[in-house]
């Protein structure tokens, strides 16, 4: 049988990474098996052996215990020469007939706990200390006191304070109070204290955020920003992001920011506003999303569907490609959709007529729409077969196209129509 270390801390009994067994009755009155989970300790024969193959409790798998002042004495109840020992040599458990070392017993018991303590600080920061104080512990006989990078106090019941001085600005000190007492589990507390000194330059930050700052930028003054203790302004630098807030300066409180325009997404920046020889605070300013340039967008985020004598196909502009849809043949007309997202209430669309086509009307359906119908521009680029090389500006009016679409709580499908032998191409449609 393997073994582990058993040792002992005080009453308290460390057991290392082994199989605990468990005392159950014998085969006969006064005698004991040992329990290894479903079977039971148990000798082999008339041999150093010691196995746990036993699944219920015989001679062999019994054995009769005695306990002296040099160890215990166990022997089975079959084999009675035999007695489970640990090897002299390499530390093995099994049955032996000559003596080796004795086997040592253990009580196990739970130690009861102290009550909880709680602990408060209080800092001295003109004089460098921090107090700490407690509730007396029902049954403490001791209280340890620790304070980082000083030495530990001990204290006794009735004091419930301890002082530690000679403490320096800028440290985060870790105090603990453990109560202690014979027979009981300890209870202990934690609280950590930084000490400032009161005579230096600060500044406390009043706002942390300012909000609401339009696309289109400017300058603007934000009072009641920051407070200062030991410090004027003089001692001050305000320092911008440089993207969203390009300058920044401050006086009295107040905080003065220029943020640039914004044409995307909304967006945050921020000042950092420090002390010469202190500290420093970060003010976050929240800027609203701007209006996307949806002219020179040939990108789509909706959904484009050929309908009749309409198909997939792809635009060419500026070397770069970009989905659309043709409508129509050299002799038939026919139509599109576009799915709008509920919500949105403009479409912005580029589309234009095929080479040499004229008087193209589109007639827009599905919903009541401002226009009703757009007409259309030939390009000389829209002809032959896909991929189509634009050849003219499709950012100006004659190709883009804005429609407002009704609000609605669900998504809205514009159908775009043409009639016989008027073709055309659609690409770059967003809805916002």
């Not at 320096?168 to 603990?176: K, L, N, P, Q, S």
């Not at 325009?261 to 929240?286: H, K, L, P, Q, Y």
């Not at 989905?323 to 959709?337: A, F, Y």
Request: hydrophobic fraction near 35%.
């Amino acid at each position: 049988r393997a073994y582990t270390t058993v040792s002992l801390t005080g009453e308290k009994l460390n057991i290392g990474s082994a199989t605990q067994l468990t005392l159950v009755t014998g085969s006969k009155s006064g005698t004991f098996a040992l329990q290894d989970g479903s079977k039971y300790l148990n000798a082999v024969s008339d041999e150093n052996h010691l196995k746990s193959e036993a699944t219920e409790v015989t001679d062999i798998s019994s054995w009769t215990i005695t306990v002296n002042k040099k160890g215990a004495k166990i022997f089975n109840v079959s084999l009675t020469s035999r007695e489970i020992q640990q090897n002299s040599s390499n530390n093995a458990f099994s049955t032996y007939k000559s003596t080796q070392k004795p086997i040592l017993i253990y009580k196990q018991y739970s130690v009861p706990e102290l009550a909880a303590i709680s602990i408060s600080l209080t800092p001295d920061h003109a004089n460098k200390t921090i107090t700490v104080e407690w509730t007396d512990v029902a049954n403490a006989t001791n209280y340890e006191v620790t304070c980082t990078g000083k030495e530990a106090q001990n204290i006794a019941p009735g004091v419930e304070e301890a002082t530690f001085t000679g403490l320096a600005y800028d440290t985060e000190y870790t105090i603990t109070v453990t109560a202690t007492a014979a027979g009981y589990g300890s209870s202990s507390d934690s609280k950590t204290q930084t000490l400032v000194n009161p005579a230096a330059k600060t500044i406390t930050r009043e706002k942390a955020s300012i909000t609401g700052i339009s696309a289109a930028g400017g300058t603007s003054t934000e009072s009641g920003v920051y407070s200062l203790t030991n410090a004027t302004d003089s001692d001050l630098t305000a320092t911008p992001d440089g993207t969203v807030v390009t300058a920044a300066s401050v006086s009295g409180g107040a905080l003065t920011y220029t943020v640039a325009a914004n044409t995307g997404a909304a967006r945050d920046g921020s000042v950092t506003i420090a002390v010469e020889g202190g500290n420093s605070i970060t003010v976050t300013i929240s800027q609203l999303a701007g209006s996307t340039d949806w002219s020179t967008v040939y990108t789509s985020n909706v959904t484009m569907t050929g309908g009749t004598n309409g198909s997939t196909c792809t635009v060419s502009i500026a070397s770069e490609q970009y989905d659309g849809i043709k409508v129509g043949t050299s002799s038939k007309g026919g139509d599109m959709t576009i799915t709008v997202p509920a919500h949105k209430t403009k479409l912005y669309v580029h589309a234009a007529a095929w080479k040499g086509v004229t008087d193209l009307s589109l007639n827009i359906t599905g919903a009541t729409t401002t226009p009703t119908s757009i007409s259309l521009t030939a390009d000389n680029g829209i002809s032959n077969n896909s991929p189509f090389t634009f050849s003219g500006d499709p950012s100006t009016s004659s190709y883009f196209f804005e429609i407002s679409v009704p609000d609605s709580a669900t998504a809205t499908t514009l159908k775009f129509t043409t009639s016989a032998n008027k073709r055309f191409v659609i690409w770059g449609a967003n809805a916002e």
